[in-house]
């Protein structure tokens, strides 16, 4: 093989790893011509819909910190409760506007996203976040890092704050159910 | 003649230039321990300046830097204290002057510096190099690990999240001479649950409606680890405008024969 045909194979190698790595249009793009989110994968699609809780998972964030043993840094709150929870997110008008939210929980395990009906709005200025509101409660959660629409998965998380510090937190694991 | 006098000269410059120092007491330390630096600045171009300027530390670590201030202002909290000529000293805790977990720190770094550390025909140095010493570096020790039998899990909480009293009969069984091992692993339980708010000395008692409220459950998944889960605002069912200070408890056995001492933990807020 000669140098040229070496060259252009490369060249086009590069190109199919390109092209392979980039996300799908439907993940970068809101429909209704709404404004792109910030982050690929903070698409406003990755959110809207039904949402069926799968885990709930708390964590003693200074244990992680300190590098202890698995079982000090987390408790599978959804292997002591039995969790029967549905989150419905409504389409906004764009990312940053608020929809109304649905919680609808049987049972009584313990639940700490604002429950009932609300308002929430997905917050794009600095750190991704989303905002909830209900009648009693406001509250910031954070989506996880590299969030698909196409994972189906929605996994949102509470940090309970000492000051500046981070000590613990909840962390709601959701799957799509429509 | 002038090359005896050259190599003279550098040799002086040399041992000079090594006689900046830096210590810390104690020698051993973790980052939540209270420790002392003391930096020798002689040789330095800091050595005999005047005393009305003190000198200000500067600081590193291998987690990033406490509040400094500026290079050319440092922040009046990092102005360091004359031991005697050209010694100065600076105490802190390292977890809180770094703002950052005690287990973090695998080093700190440090050197001595004048407010301004920038260049300055007029400044002790001149124009030609910054008022400071040389860059000092002091280890911090890991810290360990200690299983306990009786813990909160999240080991910081609020009075509105949930909790976990954990009983753990895998540390139980390694200790010599604990009461709890005395009981059969399944039947250990709360047998008392006191709590305080803020603002009043006095315990308040709890008494479930449900006495098998006190009764451990086995964590799923977990070998020999027993916990009760409640959220204390909920359960204590306290006023509104009060605050949860701190809870207490024992663990025993179902009539209280046997019984621990009382453990306590403070609420965050």
């Known amino acids: 093989m000669n140098f040229r045909k070496l060259q252009v194979l490369l060249l086009a190698a590069l190109v199919v790893t390109f092209t392979a790595c980039y996300p799908d249009d439907s993940e970068i793009t809101n429909s209704s011509g709404t404004p792109k989110s910030v982050d690929p994968f903070l698409d406003i699609n990755a959110f809207v819909g039904t949402w069926k809780l799968e885990t709930v998972t708390q964590v003693d964030e200074n244990a992680i910190v300190q590098k202890q043993p698995d079982y000090m840094q987390k408790m599978v709150l959804s292997e002591l409760f039995n969790y029967d929870v549905t989150l419905n997110l409504s389409r906004p008008d764009s990312v940053g506007k608020f929809a109304p939210y649905t919680v609808t929980q049987n049972g009584e395990a313990p639940f700490y996203l604002p429950g009932g009906t609300g308002q929430w709005r997905l917050n794009l200025i600095g750190t991704p976040r989303i905002n ?11 989506p996880a890092p590299a969030f698909r629409t196409s994972d189906n998965k929605l996994t949102l998380k509470i940090d309970r704050m000492a000051g500046n510090t981070k000590v613990s937190s909840y962390v709601y694991a959701f799957t799509r159910s429509n | ?10 040799l002086l410059s040399y041992s000079f230039s090594f006689a900046q120092s830096a210590s810390v007491e104690p020698a051993v330390f973790k980052g939540n321990q209270e420790i002392k630096i003391t930096i020798d600045v002689t040789g330095s ?43 100065w000293s600076f105490t802190i805790i390292p977890q809180d002057y770094y703002r950052q977990a005690a287990a973090e720190f695998e080093f700190i770094g440090c050197l001595a510096k004048a407010k301004d550390g920038s260049r300055n025909p007029t ?89 098998n409220m006190f009764k451990l459950r086995a964590v799923p998944n977990q070998t020999k680890r027993y916990i009760m889960s409640f959220n204390p605002k909920r359960t204590f069912n306290f006023p509104n405008d009060k605050r949860l200070n701190k809870i207490r408890w024992r663990f025993g056995n179902s009539d209280s024969s046997i019984r621990t001492p009382l453990i306590e933990r403070e609420v965050q807020r």
């Open chain 2, 1 to 10: 003649m002038k090359k005896i006098a050259l190599v003279v000269a550098l």
């Open chain 1, 132 to 142: 909830m509101t209900n009648a009693d409660t406001a509250l910031t959660v954070y």
């Open chain 2, 123 to 211: 400044g002790p140095c001149g124009a030609n190099a910054e008022p400071k010493t040389a860059d000092f570096r002091f280890d911090v020790q890991a810290l360990k690990f200690i299983p306990q039998v009786y813990r909160v899990f999240p080991a910081k909480f609020f009075e509105n999240d949930l909790i976990h009293i954990v009983y753990d009969r895998n540390v139980d069984d390694t200790l010599t001479g604990s009461i709890t091992k005395a009981i059969a692993e399944n039947e250990v339980q709360i047998v008392i649950m006191d709590y305080q708010l803020v603002g009043s000395n006095s315990w308040l008692p709890f008494v479930p409606t449900d006495p």
């Open chain 2, 45 to 87: 171009c800091l050595a005999d300046i005047d005393d009305t300027e003190p000198l200000y530390i500067w600081m590193w670590s291998n987690k990033g830097g406490p509040n400094n201030g500026s290079w050319n202002n440092s922040a009046a909290t990092a102005k360091m204290t004359k031991e005697s000529d050209n010694v």
